[in-house]
């Protein structure tokens, strides 16, 4: 089988040649083991900070080893009692076609709640990430003013959808205009800015007449800098993502905030999904319910084939992807 | 009687060229009226935001008129129920020798539990301003590290000590060998750098081997900058002020904030004073029976006589005080 390496630690934006496709053997289950077979892998901006070698949330990559992420599989063999065959399961395991893994390292999935790459995105991390970040730390009010970044991406996207169902005055930022079109006719946004065609000072004035109760941040950059003149009394930014500096050779140099956030008492709160892990089965509940009710809807970019496991990851930093961006390795049998 | 009014928004650092001694009759108290003789004026790096013509916490001062502080005074005239001759009061007031004001402007204080400048450095809004930041905002546990810029300074020297109360690894920011002095052998804080001939990130690292778990932001700039590298995991950093920015004509550039609140799930939460006005008996008890209990020492750069008082604001830029800095325009009789 085929797996994926990081072989060189990037400088900058990665590059195809930090990492290597390999041969590897497909692994036997042992006792309390099953063999899994790749059908999604996620992929993630999150995933670019663990390719440096510094201290982070996450431990870093080790060089010459298999990238892992949150991948959905298919149990084609077990030597567990908690899994037949079949089994549709989800854990973070590695890129690679193949994986044999503890019984505890995976859980299974319901495929008739949604099909199975939700669990990548709505239903997975993603969706976790929008519902903790915008509900535990800005608990926004009927009526606010939300304002999120990398609207159209996995996590904003349904940042911005759960803002409108808390009855939210919704704008959304992203950067073409396919993407504006979709947050404004597709999900409901109020209002939606390209910041690459528009001034993004003079379209968020507009934009929030009333002013910004919260912004959820996915970007960082002079997109965030831009929110902070408009922050109004006890605003609540929700720090999600920096994906405009993730590829930043130098430091990350831009509005100081700290006048800001005291001319309006603002809250700015760094956090990652792991940090609500003991309250993962109530956001689940509450987007597995929205997703029935049909009051959540999510996008998925797909690329089909193991081989574009890499090209997918690396168009990311491009923004390419509307929704969430997923890798189809093989079908669900 | 003289005053003091703003006749020009200063441009950067304010000048004397930005303010006018005037003087003025001395009015008469009608019902419900208080004269007072002003004792003691308190300034504050907070007025030179009020100087400017913009919209924060505290509406701008208008051109041409009094400024106005916190003011301790006796009554000299009382024709109000509530205040008897040579009663001490305190409240905002202008910068004026003779004030007439309404009785709900102004409150009495005890000169018996602390001298009455006490009230505008460690029992006035100084001292609340360190015991809600520290405690509502950060809440240092024992032994966590908690560092604190413009140590020596009407805010910083308290918030240090109330660290120390708590249990905290207590590290202060200064800018001269003596305020160093000062934060170590009289407040009792566990490390102290002086940032104006220690290199900031290396004194830092060095003091503080466990990491930072608080810092409390009192001036902004490279120092806030400083700190972010080296917060733990789920920091805190109540923002109070920024004074390296006050005089700013440019905009405040650094480093920006967002990777460093995501690595570290940590938090930054701007706030003023007022935003406690609902627990001020609460914090000012406490602030009593620390300052009571020897627990909490205080120290007052006194200015003499209303003609320095332009004087003594403009020094506060220069970090010329040592905790609070008062101008005493007349004794107490």
């Not at 831009?226 to 920096?242: D, Q, S, T, Y």
Request: hydrophobic share 40%.
């Amino acid at each position: 089988m085929q797996q994926i390496k990081l072989i060189k630690r990037p400088s900058g934006t990665p590059t195809n040649e930090d990492f290597e496709f390999a041969e590897a053997p497909i692994g036997e289950p042992a006792e309390g083991e099953v063999l899994i077979r790749t059908n999604y892998i996620s992929v993630d901006p999150y995933l670019r900070g663990r390719m440096n070698n510094v201290k982070s949330y996450v431990p870093p990559f080790e060089l010459d080893s298999v990238i892992t992420s949150a991948v959905i599989g298919q149990v084609i063999e077990s030597k567990s009692t908690h899994f037949e065959k079949n089994d549709v399961v989800t854990g973070g395991l590695g890129w690679q076609e193949y994986s044999v893994v503890q019984e505890s390292e995976v859980r299974k999935i319901d495929t008739n709640l949604a099909p199975a790459s939700a669990y990548l995105s709505v239903l997975g991390m993603t969706g976790l990430t929008a519902y903790f970040g915008l509900l535990d730390i800005a608990d926004p009010k009927e009526g606010e003013t939300v304002v999120v970044s990398g609207a159209a991406g996995a996590v904003g996207s349904v940042v911005g959808q759960i803002a409108k169902i808390k009855g939210a005055h919704v704008v959304g930022i992203a950067g073409s205009d396919e993407k504006i079109e979709y947050l404004k006719n597709e999900l409901g946004f109020d209002a939606a800015i390209n910041y690459k065609t528009e001034e993004i000072e003079t379209a968020l004035a507009k934009a929030c007449p009333n002013g910004i109760d919260v912004y959820y941040e996915n970007v960082g950059g002079e997109i965030g800098d831009a929110v902070l003149p408009l922050l109004n009394k006890f605003a609540r930014i929700p720090v999600c993502g920096a994906i405009s500096a993730y590829n930043n050779k130098e430091a990350d140099i831009g509005l100081r905030v700290q006048s800001y956030l005291i001319k309006s008492s603002a809250l700015m709160q760094g956090f990652t999904v792991g940090d609500y892990a003991s309250r993962f089965k109530e956001g689940s509940e509450a987007l597995a319910g929205w997703l029935q009710a049909g009051e959540i809807q999510y996008e998925e970019t797909i690329t089909e084939g193991f081989e574009n496991t890499i090209d997918a990851f690396l168009d990311l930093f491009q923004g390419a992807n509307v929704g969430k961006a997923i890798v189809k390795v093989s079908d669900i049998e």
